[in-house]
């Protein structure tokens, strides 16, 4: 029996919302939960667990269309879905009503129901949110019920306000298999046995990393998975070395040459780091058109020459502050040096 584990696609999501890439982002949340439906079909796969949060905000009887219009070219493979914290059940959700197909199951409730597949022997258990929180640890006293040969548990949580969840309370459960979802980063609990795939893409900033789903096989009751990358897309943070010697010119250059290197369909983070020119300034503003950059942090201090500091200003105040803090300051004393020496370059001559 093969399996397909995704969780926290986030249909409807728009990332980086102002930002230029952000209609994409959102159009290819929606194109790779296709291509995964269609891979599905390509691989045979038996069973498809969608473990929460396929919509980002309650899903629109539109939008259950189209996902069932997915669903539908895959005849061969079930379905399992439950709804997480940003999809919950409302009262008025159109998941309830929404005439699925016949290969699609949805575990529309907040108490734990099951459905049987007694032609692969499985049964696969789970509940949904039925509000945005949810704060009981449900899965804390759950237990692999023995009826049939393969249990799976499709679950969603793990955080304080959402079913917290203790590793080794869903290990003490039994289960052939937890199909997790919530947390976007991959995370594997118990190998083979409790995983979360992260999100199908990244939907923000934080989102770091790889992203993807788990594939698995369960034959003669062993389970082994493994992991698909399969987002277009990552976050990534790039930390740029600044010296004294970079200029704007210089480092407009390297970011330039990184972000070919490392992909230019990647969404960056920038930060700039060391110690730079004290006379540099950076134009930051200038670094954004050089990719898909979310944001420019400059965390560099300016490099002092205390040596060429204390020869300018010789017998000032500036000078015996410099030389309070001795040969070799430590790291603390340096920050605190290097503050001191900015504020009294910032009062003005006169007084030095
Ligand atoms: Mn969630």
């Known amino acids: 029996m093969r ?13 980086d919302k102002g930002y230029p890439w952000s209609q994409d982002r959102s159009r290819e949340i929606w194109d790779s939960f296709r291509r995964v439906i269609e891979q599905a079909g390509r691989d045979h796969v038996d069973l498809l667990l969608i473990a929460g949060d396929l919509f980002h905000r309650q899903p629109l009887a539109r939008e259950l269309k189209e996902v069932n219009a997915m669903f539908s070219t895959i005849p061969d493979t079930k379905i399992v879905l439950i709804a997480g914290n940003h999809d919950y059940l409302r009262k008025d959700s159109p998941y309830r009503k929404f005439p699925w197909g016949k290969n699609v199951w949805g575990l529309w409730s907040q108490e734990f129901s099951h459905v049987d597949f007694p032609e692969m022997g499985v049964r696969v258990r789970g509940c949904s949110y039925e509000s945005r929180e949810i704060r009981q640890p449900l899965y804390d006293s759950l237990k692999k019920s023995g009826e049939m040969p393969v249990e799976i548990l499709l679950a969603h949580g793990g955080d304080e306000k959402h079913i917290p969840i203790s590793r080794e309370r869903l ?10 979802g919530h947390i976007h980063k991959p995370q594997v609990l118990l190998e083979d046995r409790i995983i979360y795939p992260g999100s199908l893409e990244p939907t923000e900033k934080n989102d770091t990393g790889v992203h993807g789903f788990v594939k698995g ?8 998975t493994a992991f698909v990358p399969w987002a277009v897309r990552e976050y990534k943070e790039l930390r740029i070395p600044v010296t004294r010697e970079t200029t704007q010119y210089r480092l407009t250059q390297f970011l330039q040459e990184l972000i070919k290197k490392m992909g230019e369909k990647h969404i960056y983070t920038v930060l700039l780091e060391g110690k730079r020119d004290p006379d540099t300034e950076f134009h930051l503003n200038q670094l954004y058109s050089l990719g898909n950059i979310r944001a420019v942090e400059d965390q560099t201090r300016p490099g002092w020459s205390l040596e060429e500091l204390c020869r300018k200003y010789k017998g000032s105040l500036l000078e015996e502050y410099i030389r309070s803090f001795g040969e070799k300051p430590d790291e603390e004393a340096e920050k605190a040096l290097e503050y001191g020496i900015g504020a009294l370059l910032e009062t003005g001559e006169e007084i030095l």
């Open 171 to 180: 290990i003490a459960g039994g289960f052939d298999y937890v199909a997790l």
């Open 217 to 224: 096989e369960i034959k003669k009751g062993k389970v082994r």
């Open 3 to 15: 399996f397909f584990h995704i969780a926290d696609v986030h249909l409807g999501a728009e990332p």
